[in-house]
Structures are given as structure tokens and as C-alpha cells.
């Protein structure tokens, strides 16, 4: 391994660290998958994750200013194929490997200025902020695991946009009490806080239901590499989902739902050997 070679796989490598840290769940997925899309997943993670917690983390800090400096950063690192920033470098790795379009990166920051500049959500800005900060997501992982085979990708693109916006419909649900008393943010459109009931509890989890529906013929379609792991994200979101639709709207606005890891384990177990035996 030569020194430029070292200097790349240790970025990537940081990038794994950042995703074990941050997110048990996304790790137990990206464990099922092939062994090949481990890395160039980790760095995407690691991107998206690091771009989050400029919006959702440094409250004492000019957060416009900063967010401003990582795009500038993150393009930069593309067009030049270098960044001494770690997670930038992991990432335009990936991204020149596997052709991610630029525009699903563009679509992915805006969402985050977003967070700097609203509260409360219309209908189309609501659309707007899901497909940037989780169907794009849902997208460069695609890219990353249809290795330039263009036909399959254009095959998968919407039904991985309706997994990528049911899960993050499902994040906002499990986290509708922190992004309201932590950053005065109320997603759903329409939705008052302080007002919310079972009727409009019912109204979001149909539509994260069909969400769920709809984006199943794509996991069925996906490459055997990439298939395992992403059936245990939607399994494990599922769950989750079911466990926050079981309980009452006063629940949810007072506490963030989980599934424990011992749970989180188990399904990984479960759906792993399910399919190794055909039955899952």
C-alpha cells in the first residue's frame, strides 16, 4: 500500500468510526451488506451525519457560516479529488467512484440550510426537506450499489426515495418532542405540538404506511450485495414504526421511542439466517 493509498483508506476507515459512534442501527445494517459496500457506505454516512450536527449540535457557533464553509469544502473536495478533512476526503472518493450526481449532493445541503431557516413546514416545503435530507441519502446509496449499471438504477430510484421518506418520517415521529422543545422545528404540516391527537397521528402513519408499500418492490429488486442489508433497515424502521403507532399521541410527544439494541440484534439474527434459508 503506497502512501496515497494509505492516506485514502484511512479516511474511509474514519468514517466507519463515525458511523459505529452515531448509529447502532445503520452499522447492524451496513454489517449484512456485501463486504464491498461497506466502506463506500460508511463515507456517505459519515458525510451526512457531519453535515447534521452542524445544524443540530453547535448552538454557540454561526451555524450559516459553518455549513457554508463544509459545502464550499465538499465541492472543492470533488473537483479536486483531495481534502485533508477525513470525512470530505472518504466522501469524494465515493462519490468520483461511483458517478454520484451532483445534484442529489446539492439537493442534500439545501435541506440542511433549511433547518437553519424554518420551523414549521408547509406542504411543499415539507416535500422539499424530505426528498434533500432522505431520499437523495437513499439515492447515493443506490448509486453506490447498482456500480454504474444506469437501467437498474433508473428501475429503483422511486421506490428508494419511498423508503428514504419513510424513514426519516418515521425519525421525525420518533423525535417530534426534541425537534420541538430543542429546535423549534414541527415537520408535519399542519401540525400544532401542542394540539397533537390521534386523529393527526392517524393522518401521518397512513402515509408512512403507503411510503413503506410502495418501496418494497424495490428492496426485491436490488443487487444480492445490497439486498440483506437494506430488508434489515426496513424491518428494523418497521418495527419501530409499529412500536410508536402502538402508543398514544401523549406518549410520543414526551418521550423519543427506541427499539433496544438487544431487539436491534435479534432482528439483524432473524432476517440474516430467514434468508440464508429461504424463508424470509
Known sequence: MNAIELFDQTTLECSRLITQRYSTSFT???????????????????????????????HDQDKAGLLARFKKDTYEAIETKLSLNPVLHAFQLIVNQYKI??????????????????????????????????????????????????????????????????FQKVNFLRDIKSDYEERGRVY????????????????????????????????????AGAKLGVKVAYLYYQKLFDKI??????????????????KKITLLLGTYFGNKLGIS
Open 28 to 58: 447492524l445494517g451496513i454489517k449484512t451488506l456485501d463486504k464491498k459496500f461497506h466502506l463506500p457506505i460508511y463515507a456517505i454516512y459519515g458525510f451526512v451525519r457531519y453535515a447534521d450536527e452542524i445544524v443540530d449540535t453547535f
Open 188 to 223: 408535519f404540516p399542519g401540525v400544532d405540538f401542542n394540539q397533537f391527537d390521534k386523529s393527526a397521528k392517524s393522518l401521518i402513519e397512513e402515509d408512512i404506511q403507503k411510503d413503506f408499500n410502495d418501496s418494497l418492490v424495490g428492496i426485491a429488486g436490488l443487487p
Open 101 to 166: 450526481d451532483l445534484d442529489l449532493i446539492e439537493a442534500f445541503l439545501h435541506s440542511m440550510e433549511m433547518d437553519l431557516d424554518y420551523q414549521l413546514y408547509n406542504d411543499s416545503k415539507y416535500q422539499e426537506y424530505i426528498y434533500g435530507s432522505a431520499e437523495v441519502v437513499g439515492l447515493m446509496c443506490l448509486k453506490v450499489f447498482v456500480e454504474g449499471d444506469q437501467k437498474m438504477y433508473d428501475q429503483l430510484k422511486s421506490p428508494a426515495c419511498k423508503l428514504g421518506a419513510a
Open 245 to 262: 403507532k402502538s402508543l398514544p399521541p401523549e406518549t410520543i410527544i414526551q418521550e423519543r421511542i427506541r427499539i433496544p439494541n438487544s
